[in-house]
């Protein structure tokens, strides 16, 4: 496997595991009963893409990407600073459309760094880039 490709398997796996974190701690101040399902069928697609990313990548005998408590601790802290005064379900849909724009600029950042990446590796990082497009129209009905 070339190096440009376990590159980007590994942005995979740390986007799919930052959003899984976001959507975790957020799904407790969630209570739109629709939206709770929403994010829980997103959380499911994230993992199941995060574990292709990083069974290609054990395959390969790659090193997985290593997150820290650090940034753990910044997503989580961000979640509920920005949801103490106010986790209405249109704000809180509002920051899970930033999260998912964020993804989608990783991505293609991602994607645009390391060109010679395969053909496996790209579709995954764009069935993922689909995911958050997708997420994004689903929860502006939430604004």
Same mark, same amino acid.
Not at 115 to 124: K, M, Q, R, T, V
């Given at each position: 496997?070339?190096?440009?490709?376990?590159?980007?398997?590994?942005?995979?796996?740390?986007?799919?595991?930052?959003a899984?974190?976001?959507?975790?701690t957020?799904?407790?101040?969630?209570?739109?009963?629709?939206?709770?399902?929403?994010?829980?069928?997103?959380?499911?697609?994230?993992?199941?893409?995060?574990?292709?990313?990083?069974?290609?990548?054990?395959?390969?005998?790659?090193?997985?990407?290593?997150?820290?408590?650090?940034?753990d601790?910044?997503?989580?802290?961000?979640?509920?600073?920005?949801t103490?005064?106010?986790? +209405?379900?249109g704000?809180? =849909?509002?920051? @899970? #459309?930033?999260?998912?724009?964020e993804? %989608?600029?990783s991505m293609? &950042?991602? *994607?645009?760094?390391?060109?010679?990446?395969?053909? +496996?590796?790209?579709?995954? =990082?764009?069935? @993922? #880039?689909?995911?958050?497009?997708?997420? %994004?129209?689903?929860?502006? &009905?939430? *604004?």
């Amino acid at each position: 496997m070339r190096s440009q490709e376990i590159a980007l398997y590994r942005e995979i796996q740390k986007s799919t595991e930052n959003a899984m974190t976001v959507l975790d701690t957020m799904s407790e101040k969630i209570y739109d009963d629709q939206l709770a399902l929403q994010t829980s069928r997103q959380a499911l697609q994230y993992s199941e893409i995060h574990n292709q990313a990083v069974e290609r990548l054990l395959r390969a005998k790659a090193e997985l990407y290593h997150g820290n408590r650090l940034n753990d601790l910044a997503l989580k802290g961000g979640v509920h600073y920005n949801t103490l005064l106010n986790n +209405s379900t249109g704000h809180i =849909a509002e920051l @899970l #459309i930033r999260e998912s724009n964020e993804g %989608i600029l990783s991505m293609n &950042r991602a *994607l645009n760094h390391n060109e010679e990446a395969g053909e +496996s590796s790209s579709a995954l =990082a764009k069935r @993922l #880039i689909d995911l958050e497009e997708k997420s %994004i129209a689903r929860l502006t &009905r939430y *604004l």
